[in-house]
């Protein structure tokens, strides 16, 4: 069956530095890849979503990019906020549904 | 702004009670899901619809069962609850059929079973 492997459960960097979550997948489909960011309370929201090869996918200062070869999908961003303090999943679309992974959860400190 | 609306929002209740909880949704989607997310925050999918019709039935407990009266309403009911039941049922839609499309969430229904 699918399945989507986030390696880092929990995440606590500085404001400023870079962000970088890992995400990679195994599924027998041609699949979308998506990012998922809940803040504390609220509902799971989606950040980014790419089905293209190689392509880099941004919105709200993420970025990530779909590679294929390495059935890889990781989050980054430049420099952190202290607002991007959130939990994020990774997820795809397989057969008839969308899996996600365990979640990482990103705490960013002044 | 919240286009899948979930009630109720908490719920707290004994060992053995049945409870319910209720979801539409206003973006004309065709399909629906529920998703439990438990104390550990994981995410798994328990049932989907598609125009009414069941299309993804996870292994879950006999005591859950779905509810769809239009494709815009997709209910849950627990018949007898357990302690292990206690997590936050989401409610999602998706304008693709058979989960091609981006999920919208509900705000969630948080169930308490002491």
């Known amino acids: 069956g699918d399945s989507v492997t986030q390696t880092e459960g929990l995440v606590t960097l500085t404001e400023g530095l870079p962000v970088m979550l890992n995400c990679t997948y195994q599924?027998?489909?041609?699949?979308?890849l998506f990012w998922y960011v809940q803040h504390l309370n609220e509902a799971p929201k989606l950040l980014l979503k790419s089905s293209t090869d190689n392509k880099r996918t941004e919105h709200q200062g993420f970025h990530a990019t779909l590679h294929k070869s390495s059935s890889s999908f990781h989050l980054q961003k430049s420099s952190a906020q202290l607002s991007d303090s959130a939990l994020y999943y990774c997820?795809?679309?397989?057969?008839?549904?969308?899996?996600f992974g365990a979640g990482t959860k990103l705490t960013i400190k002044p | 702004e919240t286009a899948v609306f979930q009630t109720p929002n908490y719920h707290v209740t004994q060992v053995g009670n049945e409870v319910s909880f209720n979801c539409k949704q206003t973006l004309g989607h065709d399909t629906m899901y529920w998703y439990k997310q438990d104390s550990k925050k994981l995410l798994k999918i328990m049932f989907s619809y598609n125009n009414k019709q069941l299309i993804v039935n996870e292994t879950v407990p006999r005591r859950f069962s779905p509810q769809s009266s239009d494709k815009a309403h997709l209910n849950l009911r627990i018949k007898s609850v357990e302690p292990e039941d206690s997590a936050v049922y989401l409610c999602?839609?998706?304008?693709?059929?058979?989960?091609?499309?981006?999920?919208?969430f509900g705000e969630g229904s948080k169930l308490t079973v002491l």
């Open positions: 997820a795809l679309n397989g057969n008839e549904k969308i899996t």
């Open positions: 999602a839609s998706s304008p693709g059929q058979r989960g091609t499309g981006q999920l919208y």
């Open positions: 599924t027998a489909y041609s699949t979308f």
